[in-house]
């Protein structure tokens, strides 16, 4: 079925020249979404700019599937694009992206972002773990937190008997870890959640409260240096389909993408944070975790990054990894990952 579809296509074109190539691309994320609005919707105008007009992206206005199936769709070529957290995928194809979603790695979206793009997409070899489609980026948002309705996290006693919605992958190790209880959902499904009691807290970034109305579902908000987690983000296209596409337009396009586009929506996620603290201002009590906390994450995060790091297999070091990615962002941690974050 892809082989016809790509001989039509390829029949279609060599019968009308002028004609441009229209790649389809599924946004699970509200249409308004600051990342959507500054970061997806201007790389598909470039693209027809670079490209000179021979290929344009079209957004859908609502999802061709559910968010945890997006890369499937782009893998199947039930979407030519796509975007999505590796953690949605509830399988192991994507083991080495937990790269990025530990804790302490940083607090600047775009350095976390273009740190991202290199380590994981080069000695960690990304492209791998992303067979049947071509990578137009990876990126990671600002610094995760940790949001509740029902009491500071003073110690880690305060964690005991927390239902806390997570996206998946480490950060549901580490609540786990703490005391709480994960329940996995994706970003669209948390307002219902927390609005009716069915959970306590989320992981979830400052934008994200704002930009999924949570303010009034949230009293606390706590803070670590470099980020108590972070998640990890895919943007694909269909490999056939860009195979497809001519030597020239690939070129033009993998220009725009891969490191570029990791600062493009890096500084789209920067800002979005920045407005959402100032929309909020002082309706959440956001607070610095204390000592006795930070220690705790950090006695944690260490065993799962250790166990992370040896679970990856001959030819990969994930410790290695880890460091050249905090080496990156600027992130200084003292012999292990509890001893703090500066």
Do not use: C
């Amino acid at each position: 079925m892809k082989t016809w579809k790509l001989a039509l296509a390829g029949l279609l074109a060599s019968a009308a020249p002028g004609l441009a190539e229209e790649l389809i691309m599924s946004s699970w994320l509200p249409p308004k979404h600051p990342i959507v609005v500054n970061a997806f919707e201007p790389w598909a105008e470039e693209v027809e700019k670079v490209t000179e007009g021979r290929v344009t992206v079209r957004i859908m206005g609502k999802p061709l599937g559910s968010p945890p199936a997006h890369f499937d769709m782009a893998r199947d070529g039930i979407a030519d694009i796509t975007y999505g957290l590796h953690s949605f995928t509830e399988d192991d194809r994507f083991a080495r992206a937990r790269l990025g979603q530990f804790s302490f790695l940083g607090d600047d979206a775009i350095a976390n972002s273009k740190a991202y793009w290199n380590v994981y997409g080069g000695d960690l070899d990304a492209a791998s773990e992303h067979e049947g489609t071509h990578l137009l980026g990876l990126f990671m948002h600002g610094p995760g937190l940790l949001h509740n309705n029902v009491r500071k996290i003073e110690s880690t006693a305060d964690m005991q008997g927390l239902k806390v919605r997570v996206p998946g992958g480490y950060v549901a190790d580490l609540v786990s870890s703490l005391g709480a209880t994960p329940l996995f959902m994706s970003s669209p499904e948390v307002y219902e959640k927390l609005s009716r009691g069915v959970i306590d807290g989320v992981a979830f970034t400052y934008e994200a409260v704002t930009a999924f109305n949570l303010t009034d579902y949230v009293k606390y908000s706590m803070t670590v240096p470099g980020g108590i987690y972070n998640t990890t983000w895919f943007f694909v296209i269909n490999e056939d389909r860009w195979e497809s596409l001519s030597e020239e337009d690939r070129a033009a396009i993998d220009a725009i993408s891969g490191e570029a586009f990791a600062e493009r929506v890096g500084k789209a996620w920067n800002d979005a944070d920045v407005a959402a603290k100032e929309e909020i201002g002082d309706a959440i009590d956001f607070y610095a975790a204390p000592d006795e906390v930070v220690a705790a994450l950090g006695e944690s995060a260490s065993k799962l990054e250790g166990a992370w790091s040896e679970s990856l297999g001959e030819g990969f070091d994930g410790a290695a990894a880890l460091a050249a990615f905090r080496q990156a962002t600027g992130v200084e941690i003292a012999g292990s990952a509890g001893d703090g974050a500066e």
